[in-house]
């Protein structure tokens, strides 16, 4: 099992910026990609960013690209999304999640290919 733990989230003003953390506890015999993902009310859950297990490979959503960067601490077990230019419609809770992977290279957007899942933490943007 891999335990996963979001934090940093809150209320900010729009054009503000926010850094998320995901800590991942628990196995430390297997790797994987690390994504965010989020989800606001009445909306499915969407892609945001993913990194490879060793950082080197990362894909964003259209729509935080240029603004968004993730990045991941491994030393520390901690992944990260600094969010720049936040926007409105980036109101969402924040999920981090885990995808075990055999290939330190692969990534997927898709989230039923994760098996681990934080509790998510709320961003609120206002105006």
């Known amino acids: 099992q891999v335990q996963l733990v979001e934090s940093g989230g809150g209320l900010v003003q729009a054009g503000g910026s926010l850094r998320l953390s995901c800590a991942a506890s628990?196995?430390?015999?297997?790797?994987?990609?690390m994504g965010w993902f989020r989800q606001a009310p009445g909306k499915e859950r969407e892609f945001v960013a993913v990194?490879?297990?060793?950082?080197?490979?990362?894909t964003y959503a259209d729509s935080v690209k240029g603004r968004f960067t993730i990045s991941r601490d491994n030393a520390k077990n901690t992944l990260y999304l600094q969010m720049n230019s936040l926007k409105l419609e980036d109101t969402a809770v924040y999920y981090c999640?885990?995808?075990?992977?055999?290939?330190?290279?692969?990534?997927?957007?898709?989230?039923?290919?994760?098996?681990?899942w934080g509790q998510g933490t709320q961003v609120t943007v206002s105006s």
């Open positions: 628990g196995r430390t015999d297997v790797t994987y990609a």
């Open positions: 999640a885990a995808n075990l992977v055999s290939n330190s290279m692969v990534v997927t957007t898709t989230p039923r290919d994760y098996d681990y």
């Open positions: 990194s490879s297990w060793g950082g080197r490979k990362t």
